[in-house]
Nanobody, 127 residues
C-alpha cells in the first residue's frame, strides 16, 4: 500500500506563491509517475503536472506552464509543486497522485489513470 501525505496549502493573494509537498511511503518508488491534480467546486479533477520518479522528466498542463514547477527529492521520498504568479482561477483542492503503470510520451491526464491519491489540500487565491 502507498501513502501520500500532502502539506503546504493555504490562502494567498493573486500574484503570490505557495509550495505544496507530497510525502510518499509504503512502496519502492522506482518506475512511478507522480502527479498533481486539482479540483475546483463544481468542476472535474484536472491534471496540473507530473514527474517521472526515475528520470525527473516533467509534464505540465498548458494552464500552469511557466508558473508552476514540479520537482522531487528522492532522498526524502517527496514531490513538490512550486506555484508562482498565482491567479484566482488556481483556487482548488490540490491532490497528489501516483501511477505505478507505464506511460507513453505524455503523462496521462485522466485522474482514473492514477493508482493512489493523497487527501487533498486547499489552495485559495484571493483577487
Amino acid at each position: 500500500q502507498v501513502q501520500l501525505v500532502e502539506s503546504g496549502g493555504g490562502l494567498v493573494q493573486a500574484g503570490g506563491s505557495l509550495r505544496l509537498s507530497c510525502a510518499a511511503s509504503g512502496r519502492t518508488f522506482s518506475s512511478v509517475l507522480m502527479g498533481w491534480f486539482r479540483q475546483a467546486p463544481g468542476k472535474e479533477r484536472e491534471f496540473v503536472a507530473a514527474i517521472s520518479w526515475s528520470s525527473g522528466r516533467t509534464y505540465y498542463a498548458d494552464s500552469v506552464k511557466g508558473r508552476f514547477t514540479i520537482s522531487r527529492d528522492r532522498a526524502k521520498n517527496t514531490v513538490y509543486l512550486q506555484m508562482n504568479s498565482l491567479k484566482p482561477e488556481d483556487t482548488a483542492v490540490y491532490y497528489c497522485a501516483a501511477r505505478f503503470r507505464g506511460w507513453g510520451p505524455s503523462a496521462p491526464p485522466a485522474a482514473s489513470s492514477y493508482d493512489y491519491w493523497g487527501q487533498g489540500n486547499q489552495v485559495t487565491v484571493s483577487s
